[in-house]
């Protein structure tokens, strides 16, 4: 279902017939048939839009959380056919739902107002070749960047006494609206999207020491295709990764582990780092996209939907624990993903990652900045150093057995920044500045009781880390 040239007339970007709508269900499936060569070549077509598919029916996107938008024409004298599933499809785009916190430290009362409410995540933006180099993508993200201000939130001068839970959802406060741009900075940045910091840090796989003669981490990835299809086989069979060895004081961290983890770190985000950065910079209003379970889940399953079509199997361990034995040492952790862009059958593993989703030192203050490094004794120092050590001993091997490039962590703190120098990781490191690809761009839309009077010049992203991306 590819792209399909039109002779009819096209209408300008700026007609008021153009509206924003909701995509019939008819036309998910042929915007996504387009998108395919694009984001989906580890996948065949159909496994493509089954992933799509899948994607709806995810915690995080059920019940409203995803929304589908297209850019169409509305003019009814126009020769275009206003039956959904056959109307234009001019531009389109996707927004997901989530949780979302702001702070601001109020001085005439002394204290820290926070906001609790919900950001919408904007992703999928795609034009038909068709229709581009027409302004219509520009137009839509006019229209997007408005709308989503007031999407899913109820006007509560209609609000009941006694709201129901429900009711109570829908009328959650549009905090901000988040994008991660692929064309630079400026496109968005026009339309009200101020770019953010987009640097990651990015580490080499590993292979382990007892990695198994058949795993593509010890065989070259044409080697392994070779064998697999001159035996009859799919590369799939002759896929076998090696189990993950952990080293002292570290343990997996799986679907089991991680949903206590979530919550603490949610916990501590809303209670201890937002209050704390909030009077430590009170000119400024500091947001964050909550890391709750849902939200990782979205990450991890969609990990689970291309891994078992890739290999014919899922990973188990989807990051690492260190408990030190020391008391007073808090737990330090790690959860990551891995993307694909290219499958077995490709002898490149170019453009595959592991992510660290998020990364957690609990009971230690990270305000983003060099003071936070005074605050740390000698002991946590080499404490969190041996933590950052092994946690990153396991991610580099699991990004071995899994055919990828590199592990990415995005835009770590100062403090961060001093722990991977001290831990001396295993291959090095380099710093990359993303220029082009997977910027953080944020609207910000407002709070009640935080006044923002520079709007998004006066936001600071709190925990800007690849768990946001979507």
């Not at 009328?171 to 940045?189: N, P, R």
């Not at 950052?388 to 990828?404: D, K, M, P, Y």
Request: net charge negative.
């Amino acid at each position: 279902m590819g792209s399909t040239t039109t002779t009819t007339p096209l209408p300008s970007a700026s007609a008021p017939s153009l509206a924003l709508v909701l995509a019939h269900p008819d036309e998910r499936p042929k915007t996504w048939s387009l998108t395919h060569p694009m984001w989906g070549p580890a996948l065949s077509h159909s496994e493509y839009l089954a992933r799509e598919h899948f994607m709806t029916t995810l915690p995080l996107a059920k019940d409203g959380g995803l929304t589908h938008w297209i850019l169409t024409d509305t003019d009814s004298s126009s020769s275009f056919s206003q039956e959904p599933g056959h109307r234009p499809v001019l531009s389109s785009c996707e927004s997901l739902r989530k949780h979302a916190v702001a702070a601001r430290y109020d001085p005439s009362t002394d204290r820290v107002v926070i906001t609790e409410g919900i950001s919408h995540g904007i992703g999928s933006v795609f034009t038909d070749p068709q229709y581009r180099g027409k302004g219509y993508a520009n137009r839509m993200m006019q229209e997007v960047g408005k709308r989503l201000r007031n999407w899913q939130v109820s006007d509560k001068k209609d609000r009941p006494e006694s709201p129901s839970a429900e009711e109570q959802k829908e009328e959650q406060t549009a905090l901000f609206s988040v994008l991660y741009s692929d064309i630079g900075k400026s496109f968005y940045a026009k339309n009200g999207w101020k770019a953010f910091p987009s640097a990651h840090v990015s580490f080499k796989p590993i292979p382990s020491s007892t990695t198994a003669s058949s795993s593509p981490s010890s065989t070259s990835p044409s080697t392994a295709t070779t064998n697999g299809t001159a035996n009859g086989t799919s590369p799939k069979s002759t896929f076998s990764p090696p189990p993950t060895v952990f080293p002292p004081n570290l343990s997996p961290l799986t679907y089991h582990t991680l949903p206590p983890l979530c919550t603490i770190d949610t916990s501590s985000l809303l209670s201890t780092t937002l209050p704390l950065l909030a009077r430590a910079n009170p000119s400024k209003t500091h947001v964050a996209l909550l890391p709750d379970l849902d939200c990782i889940l979205w990450h991890l399953l969609r990990e689970d939907f291309m891994t078992s079509h890739i290999f014919g199997q899922t990973p188990t361990v989807r990051g690492a624990i260190y408990s030190g034995d020391k008391e007073g040492k808090g737990r330090v952790w790690a959860v990551w993903t891995r993307s694909y862009y290219r499958g077995l059958e490709s002898e490149s593993i170019e453009g595959n990652h592991m992510h660290i989703l998020r990364f957690v030192m609990e009971g230690i203050t990270d305000l983003g900045d060099e003071g936070s490094l005074s605050g740390l004794s000698e002991e946590q120092e080499k404490y969190l150093a041996e933590a950052f050590r092994g946690i990153l001993q396991v991610a580099q091997r699991e990004a071995a057995s899994w055919r990828v490039e590199d592990v990415q962590m995005w835009n770590p703190s100062p403090l961060v920044n001093h722990l991977i120098k001290k831990a001396e990781v295993e291959g090095g490191f380099e710093v990359v500045e993303r220029d082009m690809e997977s910027i953080p761009s944020l609207m910000w839309y407002g709070a009640e009781g935080i006044e923002c009077a520079k709007g998004t010049e006066e936001v600071e992203w709190v925990a800007n880390e690849k768990f946001g991306w979507c």
